[in-house]
């Protein structure tokens, strides 16, 4: 059946504008290069799978996404290191990005599970794990 990698996901958010400084910011720290765009929405594409934010319809806006409702909770990419990891923490600290579970970073995820996990502007949980000495064992 061919290639079973993710084709792309796309995310309704409530402020394009504000997702696009924060993804915008974002992705290209992670190898995402600007894909499409138009009027209510834009892409970022790293080799062929890409994520897409549009604009929700004001209609839809009265219920504020939650990630413990039924749904996306969170979206997690590789980093390319530990040193990966360190320097994005640091970076989203000087933007005064909130970083998550700050009395267990950088092992929130467990001991041998080396992550900063933040938040969107819609409060998306966003994680970034560094490579693990696990990785290709099984």
Known sequence: MGNS???HVEIYVSSLPRSIEFWGWLLPKLGYEQFQKWDSGISW???ETYLVFVQAEERFLNIPYHRCRVGLNHLAFHAKSKEHV???TEALREKGIQILYKDKHPYAGGDDYYAVFFEDPDRIKV???APSMYEGIF
């Open 86 to 88: 360190d320097d994005l």
């Open 127 to 129: 994680e970034l794990v």
């Open 45 to 47: 594409k790293y080799r």
């Open 5 to 7: 990698m993710l084709h």
